[in-house]
């Protein structure tokens, strides 16, 4: 399983116009095949960063994601860039033998 955290710091007052310029490309996503899930959650901390949880199931999954006609039109027509404030951050990791989330143990 690939999983994917990216954290953007959009502009002050437009993380709904973010969330809501950044829905085609959501929702294309969740239908990919190789798709576990594609969540964006706002801070409680603060409303102007926005938390995206991306999974796919394998390299190949991640690979066909980004050669996918929607990705491809995201980058070369950004609609969210426009309320984003600074680069985003990224968490990339490849977990091989996971297939999706576990149970927490300490609860």
Request: aromatic content about 12%; glycine content about 4%; cysteine-free.
């Amino acid at each position: 399983m690939i999983l994917i955290t990216v954290k953007t710091k959009v502009k002050p007052g437009t993380a709904e116009a973010y969330l809501e310029a950044g829905r085609p490309f959501l929702e294309a996503t969740r239908r990919e095949p190789g798709n576990k899930w594609f969540e964006r959650f706002r801070s409680v901390d603060d409303p102007d960063t926005i938390l995206t949880l991306e999974a796919f199931d394998d390299a190949a999954a991640g690979e066909a994601h980004v050669s996918s006609e929607h990705f491809q039109q995201f980058l070369a027509h950004d609609e969210t860039r426009p309320f984003v404030a600074e680069v985003p951050d990224i968490i990339y990791v490849d977990l091989p033998d996971r297939d999706g989330w576990d149970k927490m143990a300490e609860f």
